[in-house]
């Protein structure tokens, strides 16, 4: 499995973007998909997680709950991060992961199976 991760780049404090992770193969929609981040200087962040398929639950961690939305298109072989009323400390590299592990399982870096290259993320005014 293959994934790509687009969609960054530099947004002013208060702004929006969407960033997209598309993925190769055909079991897509058997992954829990999760987005996390790391900023210079800091460690690598669990941001959020969605289910394989079916409700599509979601998780997200606190700071960024209620501003952050991610969402799968299963028949697109891709998942999305909405990101709104963006902070400078929202600032990192951005990156996609899948597992093989049920929703509630994955909820570290360690039960993900595959990663995506990263994508950079600045709020900056």
């Known amino acids: 499995v293959q994934l790509q991760a687009s969609g960054g780049g530099l947004v002013q404090p208060g702004g929006s973007l969407r960033l997209s992770c598309a993925t190769s193969g055909r079991t897509f929609s058997t992954y829990t998909m999760v987005w996390f981040r790391q900023a210079p200087g800091k460690e690598r962040e669990f941001v959020a997680k969605i289910s394989r398929n079916g409700d599509s639950t979601s998780y997200y961690i606190d700071s960024v709950k209620g501003r952050f939305t991610i969402s799968r298109d299963n028949a697109k072989n891709t998942v999305y991060l909405q990101m709104n009323s963006l902070k400078p400390e929202d600032t990192a590299v951005y990156y996609c992961?899948?597992?093989?592990?049920?929703?509630?399982?994955?909820?570290?870096?360690?039960?993900?199976?595959?990663w995506g290259k990263g994508t950079q993320v600045t709020v900056s005014s």
């Open positions: 992961a899948a597992s093989m592990n049920n929703y509630w399982a994955v909820q570290t870096a360690r039960e993900m199976d595959y």
